[in-house]
């Protein structure tokens, strides 16, 4: 089987799974192609200065295609704290970051312009774009420390939003129930963003989708839902991307792990975690 990295400009249409060897990826030219990058944030910045130099985009692109890499993980933050988020906040109000509460029923647009530049400046370096959706480490209070809770800062958070959308059903403090089907409101606003994304991108060739990084295992259904709706809403469009799921957090964090929803799942490709069971 031959396996070769991309590193042109060129890509000859969208991947899909390789019939003959669904553990590879191909495109029209009916070659197998192996994914390979390395990967940070790279997508939005953290604008709550750390004193961290700014991200050079450009920079990092031209040192995957100098290493032969052809793959990126973009990554996405939900809670402020990260620019740009993929929603308005023209207040009233203010929240803990002091700048003005979320409208989630108004997309920002200018995340949606940087999400495709970057897409097309990694395209023009032969790179391959895995765009993550969504980020089960925004939905955890405690990720960090009880010093920086990141579900204080999320837009689904009550606190935060002007649209009376309350993502912490149980009121445990955490935004779980977010990466669920349990908020039907939730799940419309979410469901809008992520065809605003396809439609954002869909004519580029060098995409895939994740659906989330690191959701707890109690996600599988909304995934489920949001890999169904993507192939959906791409099924009437020029283009169709491999979707993918990656592995729950509650194995990282010390819980057992089952990585059977994984290779049930409807997606075209998955990541499993190493040693769960399948």
Do not use: C
């Not at 997309?107 to 395209?123: E, K, M, P």
């Amino acid at each position: 089987m031959l396996i070769y990295i991309l590193v042109t400009g060129v890509q000859a249409g969208p991947l899909r799974v390789l019939s003959a060897n669904p553990r590879y990826f191909t495109d029209a030219s009916g070659k197998a192609i192996y994914l390979a990058g390395f990967h940070n944030t790279n997508f939005q910045t953290y604008y709550i200065s750390d004193g961290s130099p700014p991200w050079d985009y450009n920079k990092y692109l031209n040192l995957l295609r100098q290493n032969n890499n052809n793959y990126i993980r973009l990554w996405i933050w939900e809670h402020a704290g990260w620019s740009p988020l993929p929603y308005n906040r023209p207040g009233p109000g203010t929240t803990g970051d002091g700048q003005r509460k979320f409208d989630l029923n108004s997309l920002n647009q200018s995340f949606f312009d940087q999400l495709r530049s970057h897409v097309i400046a990694a395209g023009n370096r032969g790179i391959y774009v895995s765009i993550m959706l969504f980020g089960g480490w925004s939905v955890n209070s405690s990720f960090y420390s009880a010093a920086n809770d990141v579900w204080e800062a999320h837009p689904f958070n009550a606190a935060n939003n002007i649209n009376g959308i309350n993502g912490d059903l149980n009121g445990n403090g955490d935004g779980e129930e977010t990466h669920t089907l349990a908020n039907t409101a939730v799940t419309a606003i979410q469901d809008a963003y992520v065809r605003k994304v396809i439609d954002t991108v869909n004519d580029l060739d060098n995409v895939l989708f994740e659906k989330s990084n690191e959701s707890r295992s109690s996600s599988r259904d909304w995934q489920y839902h949001m890999v169904n709706l993507i192939h959906s809403h791409e099924a009437g469009k020029a283009k169709q991307h491999a979707v993918g799921v990656t592995a729950s957090f509650d194995g990282f964090s010390g819980g057992s792990g089952d990585n059977g929803w994984l290779f049930a799942s409807p997606a075209e490709w998955i990541s499993p975690a190493i040693g769960w069971r399948r």
